[in-house]
């Protein structure tokens, strides 16, 4: 049982199972952790279904969260397991109607949930030409697994709880949701230890709380810290694990590379999907675009490495000449690359259109259809703007045409932002694409990159 919390304590300080000193208007825990201290307000309450202090005709509505093992549990509304949320409000009630059976059940709420989770990540492009979104089937398969493991389920829950509280700016959801992310890694640890656990299940489980780390800690590269056991859980299980292109574990490894790419651009060392068994995912034979994709992420998963490298030349480690040779081959395949996926691009009319931009300092930016050709084309951009800066610090001859087209590539990506930001995954990849925008781009555009970064972390 959760149980109805007897503290007066802020939602926080009782959330973290601490001694609140009860300051006013803020706590001196939260004050000295750096958290923001929600109040003492009590609107939501835990309880257990067996309470019946309330009597049926006056009883509030209720919204019942499960806490499944089997989906014969989930299926089971009045289950000894079940806990609900009630809202305390005198107008929140519902008229008795015992001749009717209700046609609430958890498995339905929980599905209502996930299905509203879906389309706030992944919402169905508006032009089926596009293709799917990597993102919506991987939750699409999540779906279908909601009720068999506690942990799958609370961590969807939780994610979903933040989307809604941060959309809505209400900070109860997010409370609402921290709850749930406590109960999801409390279930993870049991569930890494029990014999016969699913892996997929446990590593969807992950991939959620990764999501909702990357919502709830906004500074730059908070997300890095976070992001360990996803990219940890996904390189012990190998290559093997993900080669059925029509599983749902090869969906999530089709989610998860792009951001373990990210990460190790952040901690400077080589990507081990650059490894020959790994790459051999990274090739689509049916799709002549979703061959060009997976081309042009052969060559992203490179990058790192060759960066990495570029460090090394410094101090005589690594041959700079064999260096240069590389990147510039892998620069010109990605302008060809790109060229023919423009070509493709057109005859499906999806290419961007241009429209008024926001901030004086851009009067046109571009409008996508669809996050995924938004991804792509920020993509091209960042890695020109990469490889140019590997050729740059081996010192190869025309810098000065190098760092041109940084600059010109770095205000692209300046053009694209207003299109990405508000949407939960666009917010995350533009802290890195950002990044790599600020280090190149003009002086005039500098202030705007940073005001830009700090409404990402807020």
């Not at 800066?389 to 010192?395: D, H």
């Amino acid at each position: 049982m959760v149980g109805v919390p007897r503290s007066t304590g802020c939602a926080t300080c009782v959330s973290r199972r601490i001694k609140c000193d009860e300051g006013r208007p803020t706590c001196q825990k939260c004050e000295k952790s750096g958290r923001a201290c929600p109040g003492y307000t009590r609107e939501l309450q835990f309880r257990h279904k067996t309470v019946t202090t309330v009597s049926k005709r006056e009883r509030p509505q209720m919204i019942s969260f499960v806490d499944t093992s089997s989906s014969g549990e989930s299926s089971r509304s009045n289950s000894s397991n079940s806990i609900e949320i009630r809202r305390d409000s005198a107008v929140a009630t519902t008229p008795p109607e015992p001749e009717i059976k209700s046609l609430h059940t958890p498995r339905v709420e929980q599905l209502q949930c996930m299905a509203a989770l879906i389309d706030g990540f992944a919402p169905p492009s508006a032009e089926p030409t596009q293709g799917p979104s990597m993102i919506r089937d991987w939750l699409s398969f999540v779906y279908f697994r909601i009720g068999s493991t506690a942990p799958l389920d609370l961590a969807m829950r939780s994610v979903a709880c933040m989307q809604f509280g941060l959309r809505r700016k209400d900070s109860r959801m997010i409370n609402v949701s921290r709850t749930y992310y406590g109960g999801a890694l409390q279930t993870l640890r049991k569930a890494l230890m029990a014999p016969g656990t699913v892996q997929s299940d446990l590593q969807s489980t992950v991939m959620l709380l990764t999501f909702y780390e990357l919502m709830s800690n906004r500074k730059e590269d908070e997300w890095v810290r976070h992001s360990g056991g996803s990219v940890e859980m996904m390189r012990v299980r190998g290559p093997r694990a993900y080669r059925d292109r029509k599983s749902f574990d090869y969906s999530m490894y089709l989610v998860c590379r792009y951001y373990i790419v990210m990460e190790a651009f952040y901690k400077r060392k080589a990507c081990f999907l650059d490894d020959p068994e790994w790459n051999t995912l990274a090739h689509d034979p049916d799709s002549v675009e979703g061959d060009i994709r997976e081309s042009m992420f052969r060559i992203h998963v490179q990058i790192p490495g060759l960066i990495r490298n570029a460090q090394r030349t410094a101090v005589g480690q690594y041959d700079a000449f064999e260096l240069i040779q590389k990147t510039v081959e892998l620069r010109t395949t990605v302008k060809r690359l790109y060229d023919q996926w423009i070509v493709a691009l057109k005859a499906t009319g999806g290419m961007p259109i241009e429209i008024p931009g926001e901030d004086e300092l851009f009067p046109t930016v571009y409008h996508f259809n669809n996050l995924a050709v938004h991804g792509f084309m920020s993509q091209h951009c960042s890695t020109i703007i990469q490889l140019n800066s590997v050729l740059i610090q081996c010192g190869l001859p025309g810098k000065d045409e190098l760092i041109q087209e940084c600059r010109e590539q770095a205000e692209q990506l300046c053009k694209y932002v207003q299109f990405a930001q508000g949407r939960v995954l666009g917010s995350i990849l533009l802290h890195f694409w950002l990044i790599t925008a600020k280090r190149h781009a003009e002086e005039k555009y500098q202030d705007w990159i940073t005001a830009k970064q700090a409404a990402i972390q807020r």
